[in-house]
């Protein structure tokens, strides 16, 4: 079982930067793919970016290619999502989640969710 909290949001211009976290409890972290993955008001879950439980593989949407950085710390049971060059339609909650095998962004194939945290870009 793996437990996860997200921290870092909060309320941006649009062109700034933030970084959040994602903090997992569990001695089993470092075996998982994690992602991170966002729900705007009236939208469906989307995905955002996923990491290889080494770290070595990385796998970006088109929305986040070139602005986003995933990253993990597996000896701190982190995930980082480094978001640059923000835009108003970044605006969502932001999810991290865990998936005990497998790759890649299909939601249903995630198996642990965080309750989120909030990210506010304004123009």
């Known amino acids: 079982q793996v437990q996860l909290v997200e921290s870092g949001g909060g309320l941006v211009q649009a062109g700034g930067s933030l970084r959040l976290s994602c903090a997992a409890s569990?001695?089993?972290?470092?075996?998982?793919?994690m992602g991170w993955f966002r729900q705007a008001p009236g939208k469906e879950r989307e995905f955002v970016a996923c990491?290889?439980?080494?770290?070595?593989?990385?796998y970006y949407a088109n929305s986040a290619k070139g602005r986003f950085t995933i990253s993990r710390d597996n000896a701190k049971n982190t995930l980082y999502l480094q978001m640059n060059s923000l835009k108003p339609e970044d605006t969502a909650v932001y999810y991290c989640?865990?998936?005990?095998?497998?790759?890649?962004?299909?939601?249903?194939?995630?198996?642990?969710w965080g309750q989120g945290t909030q990210v506010t870009v304004s123009s």
């Open positions: 569990g001695r089993t972290f470092s075996s998982y793919t």
């Open positions: 990491i290889l439980w080494s770290g070595g593989n990385t």
């Open positions: 989640a865990a998936r005990q095998s497998g790759w890649g962004g299909r939601i249903k194939e995630y198996d642990y």
